[in-house]
């Protein structure tokens, strides 16, 4: 079956400028997250849904971070005012029930505020 | 909190020869998963092995195996008859399996760059 997908895949914007990223996780899968990864580094954990409820955003870095899961299926997290720092590849990643299972990872969106 | 630490950020290996790439994590907790996790340059992240700390046995996985020693919070991958498709990113990342805590949330180590030669 189809795996996690992410789009774009690629994002230039200005410093200033809102994007947003959308993830469609691999369908019936419970869980989804987001993870940030900077340039050279592992990735970092940034939110967590189980269905449409938001049950951990302690690693979304300011509050211009954002992320929704309105239907319990595809995720959009959106960057309000972006800056320099928030350039990285955004990973989404989902597992069929629980946390606990296996994570499936997207192709992940690139980033680039200039 | 957990921190992993990956202590080589280049390796390299010929074809057909055996690597193995290091990786140290430190917890206060008992039970817990490690994984190793496989980015190429497309950058879809795959599970390669995963442990679990309470089984005592290491994890295999056909080429890949890991050598887990709990007492020195140590977790290195073992790639066999390395193959010109195993170059790649790889990760180390631990995740707790206490139920009262994030046991859903993946910490990842930098990472190490395994190039194979032909």
């Known amino acids: 079956g189809a795996g996690v997908s992410q789009s774009p895949r690629y994002k230039v914007a200005k410093r200033g400028q809102d994007v947003a990223l959308r993830c469609d996780p691999i369908s019936g899968h419970v869980s989804l997250f987001w993870y940030q990864q900077a340039l050279g580094q592992g990735p970092e954990f940034l939110t967590y849904?189980?269905?449409?409820?938001?049950?951990?955003k302690s690693g979304l870095p300011s509050d211009r971070f954002f992320a929704e899961r309105p239907e319990g299926s595809v995720s959009t997290l959106k960057i309000q005012r972006t800056q320099q720092e928030d350039s990285a590849v955004y990973l989404c990643?989902?597992?069929?029930?629980?946390?606990?299972?296996?994570?499936?990872f997207g192709p992940g969106t690139r980033l680039l505020v200039l | 909190a957990q921190t992993v630490t990956q202590s080589q950020p280049e390796m390299s290996v010929q074809e057909a020869e055996t690597v193995t790439l290091s990786c140290t994590y430190d917890?206060?907790?008992?039970?817990?998963?490690l994984f190793w996790y496989k980015q190429p340059p497309s950058r879809q992240m795959i599970l390669v092995i995963r442990?679990?700390?309470?089984?005592?046995q290491n994890a295999t996985e056909n080429r890949f195996s890991v050598n887990f020693q709990k007492a020195a919070k140590s977790f290195s991958l073992k790639i066999s008859d390395s193959q010109l498709g195993d170059a790649a990113m790889y990760f180390c990342?631990?995740?707790?399996?206490?139920?009262?805590?994030?046991?859903?949330?993946?910490?990842f180590g930098k990472g190490t760059l395994l190039t194979v030669n032909p």
């Open positions: 990342a631990y995740r707790s399996a206490w139920s009262g805590g994030s046991n859903y949330k993946l910490t």
């Open positions: 990643a989902s597992s069929i029930t629980s946390g606990r299972e296996t994570q499936y």
């Open positions: 849904f189980q269905n449409e409820a938001q049950l951990d």
């Open positions: 442990q679990e700390a309470y089984k005592q």
């Open positions: 917890t206060s907790e008992s039970d817990y998963y």
